[in-house]
């Protein structure tokens, strides 16, 4: 379903910057290294925030 909709996933450390946009830093492997590269991501709406997940209605 994600292929269908057209959605990239980003596994990271997030924080808001804006009202309608999210810095991620990313991370891999299942200890969470950071691998040093942070994206923007820029949405219309959020909802389902938590600790854990987020989803974003993006742009």
Not at 18 to 27: D, I, K, S
Request: a positive charge; charged letters at 25%.
């Amino acid at each position: 379903m994600a292929k269908m909709r057209k959605v990239t996933t980003v596994r990271g450390y997030g924080a808001f910057v804006g009202a309608n946009h999210l810095e991620v830093e990313e991370t891999t492997g299942t200890g969470q290294e950071k691998t040093g590269t942070k994206k923007v991501i820029a949405f219309k709406r959020a909802g389902g925030i938590d600790h854990e997940v987020a989803w974003v209605g993006l742009t």
